[in-house]
């Protein structure tokens, strides 16, 4: 997994890849709080490139992300659904709380993240019955299984602590 590079949707991924995506998707409240300790409410207003999200708004953007997510995969184990609900994460990191305090979403990744990577563990040692279950993601226009989720997630949080490392040094 690499989170500077793009996702690749395309590949299969091995169940120690997926074991590693989900310690990624455990340790993500960790790691951001090691980059967002003492975060000042200018530090929290910088981007890491020009134009883009402010380091608030990428920490609003996990909890948003990891929440539809968690939820994703909730409904693919209760097998309650064939497509996954889109939303679009530019109009949602655009709303009237992308200027509020990042640690209520930081809260939101903590509680997430706990029950979502345990949740993964049981998936992992159940591959057959679980890995393969899949929903249409209208976004990427095509099916998406749990395995790809899972990798696709431990990737997600750690590409936008990247970001943020990168904000944070200018």
């Not at 883009?52 to 659904?81: C, E, G, P, Y």
């Not at 979403?105 to 979502?116: A, C, P, T, V, Y």
């Not at 890995?131 to 590409?159: D, M, R, T, V």
């Amino acid at each position: 997994m690499n989170p500077s590079a793009p996702f690749d949707f395309e590949r299969d991924y091995s169940i120690e890849e997926l074991l590693q995506s989900v310690i990624a998707i455990k340790e993500l409240p960790n790691q951001l709080a090691k980059v967002i300790t003492g975060l000042s409410d200018e530090d929290a207003s910088k981007q890491y490139r020009e134009g883009s999200w402010t380091v608030r708004q990428i920490i609003h953007h996990l909890a948003d992300a990891h929440m539809n997510a968690f939820i994703r995969t909730k409904h693919l184990l209760a097998q309650d659904a064939d497509s996954f609900q889109p939303y679009d994460q530019d109009i949602w990191n655009d709303l009237m709380d992308k200027d509020f305090n990042h640690e209520a979403s930081f809260m939101i990744l903590l509680g997430i993240h706990q029950r979502w990577s345990l949740t993964l563990l049981e998936c992992l040692k159940q591959p057959e019955k679980y890995l393969a279950l899949s929903a249409y993601h209208p976004e990427h226009k095509k099916n998406i299984s749990l395995a790809q989720l899972i990798a696709l997630y431990g990737w997600h949080g750690l590409h936008h602590v990247l970001q943020i490392q990168e904000a944070l040094k200018k």
